[in-house]
C-alpha cells in the first residue's frame, strides 16, 4: 500500500553522502521520511525532478544581513527569505551591522529579533575588537553564536582588527575556529591616496591589491600558528594566498565566493560597475582561474555567498564613496 506522504520528489539524480544517485526523496511532517525506489500514489504532492539534481539543504557561512541599524537595505525577514529561495537552510551571520555585534546584548538581541521572523537555521558570528579581545573566549561559546569574526582590514562597518598585537590578543582568547577577513589595513591607508579624489571603480583591486591580501593572510598565518589558533580565511582571493594557505592546512581552511569564481577584472567592472565592487575585490583572470584549481585540488574547504546588499541608490555613489559588496545568498 501507498505510504501517506506529504511530498514525493521524483525521477531525480539525488545527492546523498555515498555520491549521485537515482532515486525518489519523500518528506513527511517537514523531513525526509525515505529515499528510494518510491510508489508516489499516497502523497500529497509530487515534484517531478527528471533531469535534474536534488541537493539537500545548504549552508552559507558567511552573509551580512542588515539587521538591527540598516534595515533599508534588508532585514532578517527578507535576508533568510532570500536563502530558503536559494536552497539555502542555514546562515552564519556577519557580525558589522549597526551597532556591531561585539557583546551578548547585542547577539541576543539577535536572536530574538530573528524569533518567529528568520525562516532557515541562522547562527551569528562576534566581531573581534580591541574591547572585547578578552572576553571573546567567553562570547564564542554562547548558545546562537557561531564563532568569531576578525576584519583585518577595514570594510563596510567600524570592525577591525589592524595590528598584530590586538590580532594575537584576539586568537589567544578562546579555542574554536576564528573566521577572517584578510586584508591588511596599514597597506589599505597608504594605498588609498591612488583614488581617494576620483578614483575610478575599475581601479579597486588596484588600491586593494594582491600584495593587501598576502600580507595580511602571512602575518595571520604567522601569528596563528604562534598562539595555536586555528583559522578559516574568508573570500580568499588572490592565486598567491592559495600555495600559503595549502601549505598550512594543519590550522587553516579557506573560503572562496561564487563571484570571484565567476567574474574577472577589468571586464566586471565595465559591465557592472560599482555592483561588481566587493571587498577583497573581483581581480584578473588569472586569480579566477587559480582559485577554480584550489576548488579542483580540495584546497578550498567552503563556497560561501559574502552575501552584502545595499541600495541601488548607494551604489550608484562615485566611487570610492560606493559601498562594497553585493548580494549572493539567493
Ligand atoms: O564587500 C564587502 N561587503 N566585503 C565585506 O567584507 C563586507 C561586506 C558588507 O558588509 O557590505
Known amino acids: 500500500m501507498a505510504k501517506d506522504w506529504d511530498l514525493i520528489i521524483t525521477g531525480g539524480q539525488v545527492f546523498t553522502p555515498s555520491g549521485l544517485v537515482a532515486a525518489d526523496v519523500a518528506v513527511a511532517e517537514g523531513r525526509i521520511a525515505d529515499i528510494g525506489s518510491l510508489d508516489s500514489a499516497g502523497a500529497d504532492e509530487v515534484i517531478d525532478a ?26 532578517l525577514e527578507s535576508g533568510t527569505r532570500a536563502a530558503v529561495m536559494g536552497g539555502v537552510t542555514a546562515v552564519f551571520e556577519m557580525p558589522n551591522t549597526s551597532p556591531a555585534t561585539i557583546d551578548a546584548a547585542a547577539l541576543n538581541e539577535k536572536l530574538t529579533r530573528a524569533e518567529g521572523r ?3 537555521d541562522h547562527a551569528f558570528f562576534i566581531g573581534a575588537a580591541a574591547e572585547n579581545a578578552d572576553k571573546l573566549a567567553e562570547l564564542e561559546r554562547l548558545p546562537g553564536c557561531c564563532g568569531v569574526k576578525i576584519f583585518m582590514g577595514s570594510s563596510t562597518g567600524s570592525l577591525l582588527v589592524p595590528d598584530d598585537d590586538t590580532l594575537r590578543r584576539v ?6 575556529r576564528c573566521s577572517v577577513h584578510s586584508e591588511d589595513e596599514q597597506r589599505l591607508k597608504e594605498r588609498f591616496e591612488l583614488v581617494r579624489d576620483g578614483g575610478k571603480v575599475a581601479q579597486h583591486p588596484e588600491w586593494r591589491d594582491v600584495e593587501t591580501a598576502v600580507r595580511s593572510t602571512k602575518r595571520l598565518l604567522r601569528i596563528a600558528r604562534e598562539v595555536g589558533r586555528r583559522i578559516h580565511v574568508l573570500h580568499v582571493t588572490t592565486a598567491e594566498e592559495v600555495p600559503l594557505l595549502a601549505a598550512a592546512k594543519d590550522i587553516a581552511t579557506m573560503e572562496v565566493t561564487p563571484q570571484h569564481l565567476t567574474l574577472a577584472a577589468p571586464y566586471c567592472y565595465e559591465d557592472l560597475g560599482s555592483l561588481a565592487q566587493m571587498n577583497p575585490p573581483i581581480r584578473e583572470a588569472r586569480h579566477r582561474e587559480a582559485l577554480w584549481q584550489a576548488v579542483r585540488l580540495g584546497i578550498v574547504d567552503v563556497i560561501g555567498s559574502d552575501h552584502a546588499p545595499h541600495t541601488r541608490e548607494e551604489k550608484q555613489a562615485p566611487y570610492p564613496r560606493s559601498p562594497s559588496g553585493m548580494p549572493g545568498v539567493q
Not at 50 to 75: A, M, S, Y
Not at 171 to 176: D, E, M, P
Request: glycine share 12%; charged share 30%.
Open 50 to 75: 527528471k533531469g535534474l539534481t536534488v541537493l539537500p539543504g545548504v549552508i552559507d557561512t558567511q552573509v551580512h544581513f542588515r539587521e538591527p541599524g540598516l534595515e533599508h537595505k534588508e532585514d
Open 118 to 120: 528568520a525562516w532557515c
Open 171 to 176: 586568537l589567544s582568547s578562546g579555542r574554536r
